[in-house]
């Protein structure tokens, strides 16, 4: 059977199957299998916004989640509220969210630019300016948005690509890997 020969709904529904599964891809079920995440590449206290700098060692014995942003970019901060309200909901737990702002425009480098921009969205997480790309390299990243789950001992357990609404099936997936990492010993 053609693509063509499939009612239009039915194709509709597998292209955005393909998307979800495409875009959700855990790194490592098993904690022993999981590769370390890569050091913090900025340490200097003007490539930090609502933080000092901090060190992936600083947040051991912390579920973290890294969010690959930059402010031009309408899937990132379409995200957003899914992640403030995630961040509302875990207040209480042994979990840090660190926005890792990584320009692609020439404007977006400005700081002064990127610190309105936290502002504008109500950012209160620690927020490292990636301008070199080098903590983007690091962890080998591709994509606006994407969110990057790292256990208590400091190990890559997820990667989720794309705009993320509360309740879609990126949301579950991560918010229950972030569960399930918050349940396991540091």
């Excluded at 059977?1 to 790194?27: D, K, N, Q, Y």
């Excluded at 995200?79 to 309200?85: C, D, R, T, V």
């Amino acid at each position: 059977m053609s693509i063509r020969a499939l009612a239009p709904g039915c194709f509709l529904t597998m292209l955005i199957l393909s998307i979800a599964l495409t875009t959700i891809t855990p790194i490592a079920e098993a904690q022993q299998a999981a590769p370390p995440a890569p050091e913090f590449t900025h340490a200097d206290a003007d490539e930090w916004i609502n933080s000092n700098p901090l060190s992936l060692t600083d947040l051991r014995g912390q579920v973290v989640m890294l969010d690959f942003w930059t402010f031009d970019c309408w899937n990132c901060y379409r995200s957003f509220p899914w992640l403030k309200g995630l961040e509302a909901r875990l207040a209480e737990a042994d979990f840090t969210v660190i926005g890792v702002h990584t320009p692609e425009f020439a404007h977006e480098r400005v700081r002064a630019n990127v610190v309105a921009k936290v502002h504008e969205f109500e950012l209160h997480h620690p927020v490292m300016i990636d301008n070199d790309l080098s903590y983007w390299k690091a962890i080998g990243n591709r994509y606006w948005p994407t969110f990057y789950v790292i256990d208590k001992r400091g190990h890559l357990r997820g990667r989720f690509i794309g705009e993320t609404h509360a309740g879609d099936p990126r949301a579950q997936a991560i918010e229950s890997l972030i569960a399930a990492l918050l349940a396991e010993p540091s």
